[in-house]
């Protein structure tokens, strides 16, 4: 593990890349002065955005049509590995450090997503709440905006899935136990790794697996299905640990499981790199050599079809390690299915009409 003075601890990316659509960069010319001030940790800034709709369509070869809402872009969880560091610099900001220390916030998002859904236009589908950047980051026991979506969704009947690692989620229990009981919630609880040490420096600002572990055992508990999401996978650092991941999860109640392998898109690859060799200057070659080798003898991929998966013997081995820990560990396990039967567009007057 790195021991360097300018090792940001409490975050996951150690720079700041440029970002390629702005014309002007901020540059370390000087180790002293206000170069320390831009190059720092820094407190956690937040900044309104105020969009015209919440709800977004998803048209991908992997996933198939789908829909997404992320009341918060960037996040202050700090993963090293997160792919959505790239979207950041379409607001201006560098997918490094500002990524998780400039947090956007979107308020009206609530009132968003009632006027979207009381359009008698609306065909209800599943919703992902988390597609993008996690629901239940730290800045959402300030905000409270994950909280009212879910009061909107569960007025209209409306079917939502939700990925986290964050037990904050526990929190809306008892919006998820009631959504539960109409078949209108599913929750993923991520899981990378049990390794305490690899979690501290890999997703700095996130729970320990262990409260993930307890996210899960509270909300089967509670009625609420969730599953376990095992990603992403990087070989050399957290694949050894795919069946105890998922024996864990199975053991406090997850109903399902999933997995992606790690790829390093656009800015990820740099921020990536740099946070491997910093860490695990002993292995880094290896770990780098290998997610190359999952991906065709490239680190970022974006091909439909192989690019979440991978490709090769690494890729192969890790899927059928994955596939027979499931077999083991969730065998007979309940296959869910949200419901969109009984979604109601206008619930104000579905009420009135009972009297």
């Known amino acids: 593990m790195s021991d360097t003075k300018e ?87 560098s997918a490094g450090l500002d990524f998780e220390r400039k947090i956007i916030v979107k308020p009206e998002a609530p009132e968003l997503l009632e006027k979207q859904l009381s359009n008698p236009k609306w065909k209800p589908a599943p919703i992902m709440l988390s597609g993008n950047t996690d629901c239940y980051q ?30 904050l989620i526990l929190r809306d229990l008892d919006l998820l136990s009631e959504l539960a009981k109409l078949r209108l919630v599913h929750v993923m609880v991520s899981i990378t790794s049990l390794n305490e040490d690899l979690r501290l420096v890999m997703e700095p600002r996130t729970v320990t697996a262990k409260n993930r572990l307890r996210v899960i055992e509270e ?12 990603a992403p996978l990087i070989p050399g650092l957290n694949t050894e640990e795919i069946p105890s991941v998922i024996k864990a999860a199975a053991e406090h109640g997850a109903v399902d499981a ?11 690859k740099d921020i990536f790199r740099d946070w491997l060799y910093k860490n695990f200057p002993d292995r880094g070659d290896k770990v780098w050599h290998q997610i190359m080798e999952c991906h065709g003898g490239q680190v970022n991929d974006s091909r439909f079809g ?50």
């Not at 919440?54 to 090293?80: F, R, T, W």
């Not at 009212?148 to 009947?157: S, T």
């Not at 909300?219 to 095992?230: C, F, H, R, S």
């Not at 999933?258 to 990820?268: E, H, K, Q, S, W």
């Open 7 to 93: 090792y940001f601890q409490g975050r996951g990316s150690q720079i700041n890349t440029a970002n390629p659509y702005l014309r002007q960069q901020y540059v370390r010319e000087h180790i002293e002065g206000l170069d320390e001030e831009m190059l720092s940790n820094g407190k956690t800034e937040f900044f309104e955005e105020h969009p015209k709709k919440i709800v977004n369509k998803v048209d991908s070869p992997d996933i198939g049509p789908a829909l997404s809402m992320n009341p918060y872009q960037g996040c202050e969880h700090g993963c090293i590995y997160c792919y959505a560091r790239n979207v950041h610099q379409y607001w201006g900001f």
């Open 138 to 167: 730290p800045a959402e026991r300030k905000f409270r905006i994950t909280r009212r979506m879910l009061e909107v969704l569960l007025r209209h009947r409306h079917p939502v899935g939700i990925i986290t690692k964050n037990a």
């Open 219 to 230: 909300l089967t508990k509670a009625g609420v299905p969730a599953g376990v999401m095992n």
């Open 258 to 268: 999933g997995y992606t392998i790690v790829r390093l898109n656009g800015a990820v």
């Open 306 to 355: 192989v690019r979440m998966r991978g490709e090769g013997k690494i890729a192969e081995s890790i899927k059928q390690l994955f596939k027979m820990a499931v077999k083991k560990y969730m065998k007979g396990r309940e296959s869910y299915e949200l419901n969109t039967e009984d979604f109601m567009y206008n619930p104000d007057n579905a009420q009135l009409s009972l009297f």
